[in-house]
Protein backbone atom coordinates (compact mmCIF):
# COMPACT_ATOMS: atom_id res chain seq x y z
CA UNK A 1 0.00 0.00 0.00
CA UNK A 2 1.43 4.18 -0.73
CA UNK A 3 2.22 5.56 2.43
CA UNK A 4 2.24 9.09 2.57
CA UNK A 5 4.03 11.62 5.05
CA UNK A 6 2.03 14.82 5.83
CA UNK A 7 4.70 17.71 7.37
CA UNK A 8 2.12 20.22 7.66
CA UNK A 9 1.89 23.31 10.03
CA UNK A 10 -2.28 23.00 10.58
CA UNK A 11 -2.74 20.08 13.31
CA UNK A 12 -6.83 20.05 12.38
CA UNK A 13 -6.06 19.90 8.89
CA UNK A 14 -3.74 17.30 8.47
CA UNK A 15 -5.36 15.40 11.32
CA UNK A 16 -8.38 15.25 9.65
CA UNK A 17 -7.03 14.57 6.11
CA UNK A 18 -5.21 12.03 7.44
CA UNK A 19 -7.98 10.15 9.03
CA UNK A 20 -10.03 10.40 5.97
CA UNK A 21 -7.19 9.31 3.44
CA UNK A 22 -6.84 6.03 5.69
CA UNK A 23 -10.46 5.53 5.89
CA UNK A 24 -11.29 5.74 2.56
CA UNK A 25 -8.47 4.28 0.15
CA UNK A 26 -5.53 2.28 0.28
CA UNK A 27 -3.11 4.53 1.71
CA UNK A 28 -1.50 4.91 4.23
CA UNK A 29 -1.30 8.82 5.61
CA UNK A 30 0.89 9.95 8.45
CA UNK A 31 0.27 13.08 10.24
CA UNK A 32 3.79 14.72 11.51
CA UNK A 33 1.69 18.35 12.35
CA UNK A 34 1.28 17.15 16.04
CA UNK A 35 4.89 16.60 16.63
CA UNK A 36 6.70 19.32 19.17
CA UNK A 37 9.30 21.08 18.65
CA UNK A 38 8.68 20.99 14.57
CA UNK A 39 12.52 20.11 14.24
CA UNK A 40 11.98 16.72 15.33
CA UNK A 41 9.05 15.98 12.75
CA UNK A 42 12.32 15.17 10.04
CA UNK A 43 13.68 12.37 12.62
CA UNK A 44 10.56 10.68 12.80
CA UNK A 45 9.82 10.72 9.40
CA UNK A 46 13.10 8.91 8.39
CA UNK A 47 12.65 6.59 12.01
CA UNK A 48 10.05 5.83 10.50
CA UNK A 49 10.81 5.27 6.66
CA UNK A 50 13.34 3.30 7.71
CA UNK A 51 11.44 0.94 10.12
CA UNK A 52 11.81 -2.89 9.02
CA UNK A 53 8.53 -3.38 9.61
CA UNK A 54 6.63 -0.82 7.58
CA UNK A 55 6.66 0.34 4.63
CA UNK A 56 8.44 2.73 3.34
CA UNK A 57 6.98 6.61 2.13
CA UNK A 58 6.32 6.91 -1.49
CA UNK A 59 5.43 10.70 -1.16
CA UNK A 60 5.68 13.55 1.48
CA UNK A 61 3.23 17.15 1.68
CA UNK A 62 4.06 20.08 3.28
CA UNK A 63 1.57 22.74 3.73
CA UNK A 64 3.69 25.68 3.20
CA UNK A 65 7.51 26.59 1.88
CA UNK A 66 8.86 28.43 4.80
CA UNK A 67 9.00 26.00 7.93
CA UNK A 68 8.24 22.45 6.75
CA UNK A 69 9.11 23.25 3.15
CA UNK A 70 12.77 23.26 3.40
CA UNK A 71 12.60 20.33 5.75
CA UNK A 72 9.94 18.46 3.45
CA UNK A 73 12.29 19.03 0.13
CA UNK A 74 15.38 17.98 1.95
CA UNK A 75 13.55 14.94 3.15
CA UNK A 76 11.98 14.33 -0.10
CA UNK A 77 15.48 14.49 -1.95
CA UNK A 78 17.15 12.47 0.25
CA UNK A 79 14.62 9.61 0.36
CA UNK A 80 14.08 10.13 -3.84
CA UNK A 81 10.54 10.42 -3.73
CA UNK A 82 8.46 13.02 -4.57
CA UNK A 83 6.77 15.93 -2.87
CA UNK A 84 3.37 18.15 -2.82
CA UNK A 85 3.53 21.42 -1.64
CA UNK A 86 0.08 22.43 -0.80
CA UNK A 87 -0.73 26.61 -0.34
CA UNK A 88 -3.31 27.28 2.35
CA UNK A 89 -3.18 31.22 1.34
CA UNK A 90 -0.26 33.59 0.00
CA UNK A 91 -0.07 36.49 1.85
CA UNK A 92 3.04 34.92 4.51
CA UNK A 93 5.26 34.16 1.12
CA UNK A 94 4.15 37.43 -0.47
CA UNK A 95 3.74 40.23 2.32
CA UNK A 96 0.48 41.08 1.10
CA UNK A 97 -0.99 41.42 4.54
CA UNK A 98 2.55 44.04 4.83
CA UNK A 99 3.43 42.96 8.57
CA UNK A 100 6.87 41.60 7.21
CA UNK A 101 9.57 43.85 6.95
CA UNK A 102 11.26 44.46 3.88
CA UNK A 103 14.03 41.88 4.45
CA UNK A 104 12.11 38.85 5.83
CA UNK A 105 9.72 39.41 3.02
CA UNK A 106 12.35 39.68 0.30
CA UNK A 107 14.02 36.59 1.82
CA UNK A 108 10.82 34.29 1.93
CA UNK A 109 9.88 35.04 -1.62
CA UNK A 110 13.40 33.71 -2.53
CA UNK A 111 12.80 31.00 -0.31
CA UNK A 112 9.53 29.93 -2.00
CA UNK A 113 10.73 30.38 -5.41
CA UNK A 114 13.95 28.00 -4.77
CA UNK A 115 11.94 25.59 -3.04
CA UNK A 116 9.27 25.50 -5.83
CA UNK A 117 12.35 24.40 -8.44
CA UNK A 118 12.31 20.81 -6.15
CA UNK A 119 8.12 20.41 -5.87
CA UNK A 120 6.60 17.63 -8.00
CA UNK A 121 3.14 19.23 -7.48
CA UNK A 122 1.43 22.85 -6.59
CA UNK A 123 -1.90 22.49 -4.65
CA UNK A 124 -3.85 25.56 -3.88
CA UNK A 125 -6.52 25.69 -1.55
CA UNK A 126 -8.47 28.12 -3.59
CA UNK A 127 -8.66 29.51 -7.33
CA UNK A 128 -7.71 33.18 -5.78
CA UNK A 129 -4.70 31.77 -3.58
CA UNK A 130 -3.19 30.42 -6.72
CA UNK A 131 -4.23 33.68 -8.69
CA UNK A 132 -2.05 35.63 -6.16
CA UNK A 133 0.58 33.12 -6.37
CA UNK A 134 0.86 32.70 -9.59
CA UNK A 135 1.82 36.90 -9.65
CA UNK A 136 5.02 36.39 -7.98
CA UNK A 137 5.89 32.82 -8.24
CA UNK A 138 6.25 30.23 -11.29
CA UNK A 139 3.87 27.57 -10.05
CA UNK A 140 4.60 24.05 -11.58
CA UNK A 141 0.72 22.54 -12.86
CA UNK A 142 -0.92 23.47 -10.20
CA UNK A 143 -4.76 22.13 -8.64
CA UNK A 144 -6.94 23.67 -6.92
CA UNK A 145 -8.23 21.41 -3.51
CA UNK A 146 -10.04 22.85 -0.87
CA UNK A 147 -8.94 21.64 2.90
CA UNK A 148 -11.18 19.61 5.33
CA UNK A 149 -13.01 20.77 8.48
CA UNK A 150 -14.03 19.14 11.53
CA UNK A 151 -17.32 19.33 10.73
CA UNK A 152 -18.63 17.33 13.60
CA UNK A 153 -16.68 19.62 16.05
CA UNK A 154 -18.35 22.42 14.76
CA UNK A 155 -21.57 21.05 14.52
CA UNK A 156 -21.98 19.86 17.80
CA UNK A 157 -21.82 22.98 20.32
CA UNK A 158 -24.21 24.06 22.97
CA UNK A 159 -25.52 28.22 23.23
CA UNK A 160 -23.35 29.93 25.43
CA UNK A 161 -25.51 32.91 25.72
CA UNK A 162 -29.05 32.94 27.99
CA UNK A 163 -30.71 35.66 25.90
CA UNK A 164 -33.51 35.81 23.37
CA UNK A 165 -32.56 38.15 20.77
CA UNK A 166 -31.30 37.04 17.51
CA UNK A 167 -27.75 36.83 17.26
CA UNK A 168 -25.43 37.82 14.10
CA UNK A 169 -21.78 36.45 14.32
CA UNK A 170 -18.75 36.79 12.72
CA UNK A 171 -15.84 34.88 13.85
CA UNK A 172 -12.16 36.29 12.38
CA UNK A 173 -8.89 36.78 13.07
CA UNK A 174 -8.17 40.40 13.65
CA UNK A 175 -4.47 40.38 13.70
CA UNK A 176 -5.00 41.53 9.94
CA UNK A 177 -6.12 44.65 9.23
CA UNK A 178 -7.59 43.83 6.44
CA UNK A 179 -10.07 41.49 8.30
CA UNK A 180 -10.51 44.16 10.90
CA UNK A 181 -11.53 46.59 8.07
CA UNK A 182 -14.23 44.03 6.54
CA UNK A 183 -15.41 44.29 10.65
CA UNK A 184 -16.18 47.73 10.20
CA UNK A 185 -17.81 47.47 6.57
CA UNK A 186 -20.75 45.25 8.76
CA UNK A 187 -20.85 47.55 11.64
CA UNK A 188 -21.27 50.60 8.73
CA UNK A 189 -24.15 48.34 6.87
CA UNK A 190 -25.88 47.33 10.73
CA UNK A 191 -26.90 51.26 11.00
CA UNK A 192 -29.15 50.52 8.24
CA UNK A 193 -30.30 46.92 9.21
CA UNK A 194 -31.15 47.66 13.66
CA UNK A 195 -33.17 49.95 13.25
CA UNK A 196 -35.81 47.69 11.62
CA UNK A 197 -35.10 44.59 14.19
CA UNK A 198 -34.89 45.81 17.42
CA UNK A 199 -33.62 42.25 18.70
CA UNK A 200 -30.98 41.98 16.81
CA UNK A 201 -27.63 41.32 18.18
CA UNK A 202 -23.95 41.70 16.79
CA UNK A 203 -21.58 39.23 17.74
CA UNK A 204 -17.82 39.66 16.93
CA UNK A 205 -15.28 36.71 18.21
CA UNK A 206 -11.86 36.97 17.48
CA UNK A 207 -8.49 38.05 18.69
CA UNK A 208 -5.22 40.08 17.38
CA UNK A 209 -3.53 43.28 17.37
CA UNK A 210 -6.68 45.16 16.04
CA UNK A 211 -8.94 44.00 19.05
CA UNK A 212 -8.49 47.10 20.85
CA UNK A 213 -9.12 49.39 18.20
CA UNK A 214 -12.43 47.58 17.63
CA UNK A 215 -13.24 47.88 21.30
CA UNK A 216 -12.62 52.13 20.42
CA UNK A 217 -14.48 52.18 17.65
CA UNK A 218 -17.62 50.28 19.15
CA UNK A 219 -17.41 51.98 22.03
CA UNK A 220 -18.33 55.05 19.85
CA UNK A 221 -20.55 53.80 17.54
CA UNK A 222 -24.10 54.26 17.12
CA UNK A 223 -25.56 51.15 18.26
CA UNK A 224 -22.69 50.25 20.19
CA UNK A 225 -25.38 48.60 23.12
CA UNK A 226 -26.01 46.09 20.43
CA UNK A 227 -22.70 45.40 19.75
CA UNK A 228 -20.44 42.83 21.86
CA UNK A 229 -16.41 42.38 20.94
CA UNK A 230 -15.73 38.56 22.35
CA UNK A 231 -12.10 38.50 22.15
CA UNK A 232 -10.12 35.49 21.20
CA UNK A 233 -12.32 32.22 22.10
CA UNK A 234 -11.48 28.76 22.16
CA UNK A 235 -15.14 27.09 22.20
CA UNK A 236 -15.95 28.30 18.72
CA UNK A 237 -18.41 25.56 18.34
CA UNK A 238 -20.64 27.36 20.99
CA UNK A 239 -20.14 30.38 19.79
CA UNK A 240 -21.87 29.24 16.70
CA UNK A 241 -24.66 27.38 18.12
CA UNK A 242 -25.95 30.46 20.06
CA UNK A 243 -25.64 32.46 16.53
CA UNK A 244 -28.81 32.55 14.21
CA UNK A 245 -27.04 34.08 11.28
CA UNK A 246 -22.82 34.33 10.04
CA UNK A 247 -21.76 37.37 8.40
CA UNK A 248 -18.39 37.89 7.00
CA UNK A 249 -16.36 40.52 4.77
CA UNK A 250 -12.52 40.60 4.97
CA UNK A 251 -10.22 41.69 1.97
CA UNK A 252 -7.77 39.03 2.51
CA UNK A 253 -8.62 35.76 2.95
CA UNK A 254 -7.32 33.06 0.29
CA UNK A 255 -9.97 30.60 1.69
CA UNK A 256 -11.46 31.34 4.94
CA UNK A 257 -11.83 28.34 6.96
CA UNK A 258 -14.48 30.31 9.15
CA UNK A 259 -17.18 30.49 7.06
CA UNK A 260 -16.78 26.64 6.64
CA UNK A 261 -17.00 26.76 10.33
CA UNK A 262 -20.04 28.47 10.27
CA UNK A 263 -21.86 26.23 7.34
CA UNK A 264 -20.74 23.06 9.28
CA UNK A 265 -23.03 24.32 12.11
CA UNK A 266 -25.73 24.86 10.05
CA UNK A 267 -25.86 28.95 9.70
CA UNK A 268 -27.51 30.55 7.14
CA UNK A 269 -24.18 32.64 5.49
CA UNK A 270 -23.88 36.62 4.06
CA UNK A 271 -20.63 37.09 2.78
CA UNK A 272 -18.46 40.06 0.98
CA UNK A 273 -17.56 39.12 -3.01
CA UNK A 274 -13.79 40.00 -2.54
CA UNK A 275 -10.52 37.58 -2.88
CA UNK A 276 -11.02 33.69 -1.91
CA UNK A 277 -14.75 34.49 0.15
CA UNK A 278 -17.08 33.30 -2.42
CA UNK A 279 -15.41 30.66 -3.42
CA UNK A 280 -15.61 29.07 -0.02
CA UNK A 281 -19.03 30.22 0.22
CA UNK A 282 -20.12 28.54 -2.94
CA UNK A 283 -23.87 27.72 -3.73
CA UNK A 284 -24.90 27.20 0.07
CA UNK A 285 -25.22 31.50 1.07
CA UNK A 286 -25.65 34.60 -0.06
CA UNK A 287 -22.76 36.60 -1.53
CA UNK A 288 -22.82 40.03 -2.40
CA UNK A 289 -21.15 42.91 -2.78
CA UNK A 290 -18.59 43.99 -0.15
CA UNK A 291 -19.71 47.43 1.36
CA UNK A 292 -21.72 48.85 3.56
CA UNK A 293 -25.12 48.61 1.08
CA UNK A 294 -24.32 45.53 -0.38
CA UNK A 295 -24.10 43.62 3.28
CA UNK A 296 -26.83 45.63 4.20
CA UNK A 297 -29.17 44.22 1.30
CA UNK A 298 -27.63 41.16 1.75
CA UNK A 299 -28.63 41.30 5.61
CA UNK A 300 -31.81 42.25 5.14
CA UNK A 301 -32.74 39.44 2.55
CA UNK A 302 -32.35 37.26 5.03
CA UNK A 303 -33.57 38.87 8.09
CA UNK A 304 -37.13 40.42 6.67
CA UNK A 305 -38.12 37.06 4.67
CA UNK A 306 -37.71 33.68 6.93
CA UNK A 307 -38.12 31.07 4.11
CA UNK A 308 -34.60 32.54 3.03
CA UNK A 309 -33.09 31.94 6.20
CA UNK A 310 -34.45 28.50 6.17
CA UNK A 311 -33.09 27.83 2.51
CA UNK A 312 -29.67 28.91 3.77
CA UNK A 313 -29.55 27.00 6.70
CA UNK A 314 -30.64 24.29 4.71
CA UNK A 315 -27.97 24.54 2.05
CA UNK A 316 -25.32 24.66 4.62
CA UNK A 317 -25.76 21.45 6.16
CA UNK A 318 -26.39 19.49 3.24
CA UNK A 319 -22.94 20.76 1.49
CA UNK A 320 -21.18 20.02 4.03
CA UNK A 321 -22.63 16.30 4.74
CA UNK A 322 -20.30 15.47 2.37
CA UNK A 323 -17.42 17.95 2.56
CA UNK A 324 -14.66 16.67 3.42
CA UNK A 325 -14.96 13.11 1.83
CA UNK A 326 -14.97 15.49 -1.37
CA UNK A 327 -12.06 17.29 -0.24
CA UNK A 328 -10.40 13.81 0.16
CA UNK A 329 -10.88 12.23 -2.62
CA UNK A 330 -9.69 15.00 -4.27
CA UNK A 331 -6.05 14.87 -2.62
CA UNK A 332 -6.35 10.95 -3.13
CA UNK A 333 -6.34 12.08 -6.85
CA UNK A 334 -3.72 13.97 -6.69
CA UNK A 335 -1.72 11.73 -4.72
CA UNK A 336 -2.35 8.99 -7.71
CA UNK A 337 -1.45 11.21 -10.15
CA UNK A 338 2.43 12.45 -8.39
CA UNK A 339 2.82 8.69 -8.04
CA UNK A 340 1.23 7.28 -11.42
CA UNK A 341 -1.18 5.30 -9.93
Known amino acids: M ?20 TERSEYTVDNYSVVRPPRRRAIGVLLNHFEPLTERY ?9 LNGPMGVTLARLLDIPIVAYFRGWADH ?22 LRSVDQVVCISAATHDELAVWFDLPDPIVVHRPVDVDYYAGGTDPFESNTTRLLTVTNLGYEAKFEGVKVILEALKNVFPDHPDLEY ?16 D ?6 RVEVLGFRSDVDNVLAGADVFVY ?37 LVVDPSADGIATGLKAVFDEKSRRSELATA ?10 TVTDAFINVWDSVLGQ
Do not use: C
Open 2 to 21: PRVGLIHSNDEFSELLARSA
Open 316 to 325: SDQKMEIFNE
Open 203 to 218: LIAGGGEYEEALRSYV
Open 94 to 115: TNTHGSLDRWTALRRRFQTRLL
Open 249 to 285: VSFLDGYPTAVLEAQAAGLPVVAGDSVGVPEVVGDAG
Open 220 to 225: NYEFGD
Open 58 to 66: DLLQVDELL
